[in-house]
C-alpha cells in the first residue's frame, strides 16, 4: 500500500465515506457485461449450486443445482450455464476490423468487439477457473459422456480465467476489485472483499455513514454473502432441509416440483441482492472517464479473443492442465511485462496515480521558466536539434544527472537531465534536453517543446516498449527443467482425478 492510499483511508475513516484514488476509469466496461454470481455448496470441491446469470439488470437467469453432490446435475448446469455464455461470446463475433502489422505493409484481422464476464469478488473467478478446468477436458461420447457445450464451456471459462491474471485485462473482472482499484475505505483489505460492505463506504445510504453502512451489511439476514462461499447458518437452518426435501421427494413428481420450487426460491433470495449490488457498482464504474490508454488495454483483449476463436474453430487442444517449462516461461515473462506497462499506464492516465510516485521521488511537478525551442547540437556528425528547457520545482528531484526522463503529456519524447541547482526556497531548478517527438528536421513543430509558464510533469517511469525475452523451443529445454516433452499431453487421461466425477 502506498502512502497516499494509506493517507486516503485515513481520509475516509475521518470523513465516514470511500475516498477516490482514481480520478479516471482504468478498466474498460462493457456496454453489456455478462455478470455471473455463483454459489456454491459448502464442503464440496467447487460444487454449483446455483447462479444468477445475465446481461443487463432486468435479465437475470436463475440455474439451480438441486443436488449439488450429483454430478448429472452438476452437468446438468454447467451446459444450461453453456447456453447463456456461448451464445454471449458468439455475439461478439458478428464483425471483424483490419489491424496494421509490420509497419503498415501487411493486416491481420481481429473482432471489433469482445465479452466481458463480471463476478462479485476474486472468489467468484476462481469458481469459474475450476469450473472451466472440470469441463474442458470431458467428451460428448464414450464413458460419463456430457452434453456436446460443456467442453467449450470449459475452454472459454479457462481463457476467461486467464486472461484475468493479465494485469490490465478487463475480459472477467471482479467488481470488489475493480471498485478497490478507485476508491480507498476505511476497513481492512480482506473487509474490501464484501461487496455489500464495500458498496456501503462507496456509497452509503442516506443518513448513515461508510462505518455505519458496512456494519448493516454484517448481517447475512439483510446482505446475504456474495458467493461462491454461502452463510452456514443458511446452510444448516434453510439449504440443508430443503435439499432433503427435494431427494426424498423422488418417486413424487408433485412434491418434488413443490421442493424444488422451494428451493428455487431460497437460492433466488440468497442471489438477488448481490445481483443488485453488481449492477449498482457498474453505475458507480461509468460515472468515471475512461483512461486515455485503457482503450489500448481493451485492443489486447479483443486480439487474445480473437486468437482464441480461431483456435477453438481450427479445432486446436484444450488449455493443457500445466503448462512446459518453456510455456510457463515465456508467460511468466509475459505477464511481468504486462505489469510494468500497466503500472506506468495508470501513472500516465491519471495525476492522482502519478502523486504516488512523487511522492517516492520517481516524478516531480515544475514550472517552465525558460525554454530553448531552437537549440541545435551541432557537435557530432550532423546537426540535430536539441531543445533545452528550464523547470523549477519545490518537490524533491532524487534523480542524477544524466538520467533519462519523460512525460506523460509527450510520451514519445525523452528528456535528459543536464543540471541541477538548488534555489530559494526550497525550489530545485532543472535543465533538461529534450529529444525525440519533434520531428525530422531542424524546427521544433508547434506544441512539441514545453513553453514558459506550463506546468509539466517528469518522471523516470517508461510507457515505451518492452522488447520480449528470447526462450529456447521446447524441444531445446534444458535437463535442468526437465528436458524436452517426451510424448503429447493425454487429454483422455486424468478426468477421473477432477472433483466433478
Sequence with gaps: MSTLHALAKAQAVAAGIAQPVATVRHLHLHARPLVVVPLALAGEANAPLGALVGAAPDDARLLVVPQPRNRDQRFAFAAELAGILLSYVDGHRAATEAVPVDRGRDVRHRYVDAPQLLVPNPAGITFLRLLGRSTRFRRPDGEHPVPPAVPLLGRWLTFFAERAEHPGSSALLAMTDALT????????????????????????PAGMTGAEAAARAEDPALHPPAGPATDPDFDNRRLAPAIEAYAAAEDDPEARAGAYATLEALLRDQLAPTWELMWRGVGLLRGLPPGARVEGRWAGDRDAFTAHAEHVDAGGGPQPRRDGAVAAAVRLHRLERALTSYAVQRAYDDPLVMAAHRLTGEAFVGEVTLADPGRVDDTGKRPVLRPRIQVVTTEPVLVPLGATLHSPVRPGQKARV??????????????????G????????????????????????????FLPAGAFPAPEETPWTHGGPPTTAPDLDAGPAAEAWD
Design 437 to 464: 517527438g519533434m520531428g525530422r528536421g531542424l524546427t521544433a513543430p508547434a506544441g512539441s517543446v514545453p513553453e514558459v509558464g506550463e506546468r509539466v510533469c517528469y518522471t523516470t517511469l517508461s510507457d515505451a
Design 181 to 204: 482499484l478507485h476508491w480507498a475505505t476505511g476497513q481492512s483489505a480482506v473487509e474490501d472483499l464484501h461487496l455489500p460492505a464495500l458498496l456501503g463506504w462507496i456509497d452509503p
Design 418 to 435: 543536464v543540471f541541477l541547482t538548488p534555489a530559494a526556497d526550497g525550489k530545485t531548478e532543472v535543465v533538461l534536453e529534450l529529444s
